[in-house]
């Protein structure tokens, strides 16, 4: 029921399902869908917010998350500049989001 209710908010197999869409754009098309990104983006923003204060997170959700860094860190040599470097600049806002989970650092400053 507690997980139900946190995850309310994004529903995981529209998230898995949007994230297929984008890779197949991305790889079978050579196109970079801002407006699926940015709704793919927008739901991983809501989810990391909730799992900065939980102690667990759906698999589902996980596998979305790799997933889609996956996605933006194989590359492909068929993409334009253009293309390229806004899969650059999507890894890193998706490498920040990731690493902003834990107000802790692992190392101390």
Not at 11 to 26: G, H, P, Q, R, T
């Given at each position: 029921m507690l997980k139900e209710v946190i995850f309310r908010m994004v529903?995981?197999?529209?998230?898995?399902?949007?994230?297929?869409?984008?890779?197949?754009?991305?790889r079978n098309d050579n196109t970079f869908d801002e407006?699926?990104?940015?709704?793919?983006?927008?739901?991983f923003e809501t989810l990391f917010?909730?799992?900065e204060t939980?102690?667990?997170?759906?698999?589902?959700?996980?596998?979305?998350?790799?997933?889609?860094?996956?996605?933006?860190a194989g590359g492909n040599r068929f993409w334009s500049n253009e293309i390229r470097t806004r899969v650059e600049?999507?890894?890193i806002?998706?490498?920040?989001l990731i690493t902003n989970i834990d107000n802790h650092p692992p190392y101390p400053k």
């Open positions: 529903e995981l197999n529209s998230l898995y399902k949007n994230v297929m869409e984008f890779d197949l754009k991305l407006k699926l990104y940015t709704d793919i983006y927008q739901q917010k909730q799992w939980q102690d667990f997170i759906p698999k589902s959700a996980f596998i979305s998350c790799v997933y889609m860094v996956d996605i933006l600049d999507a890894l806002a998706m490498q920040e």
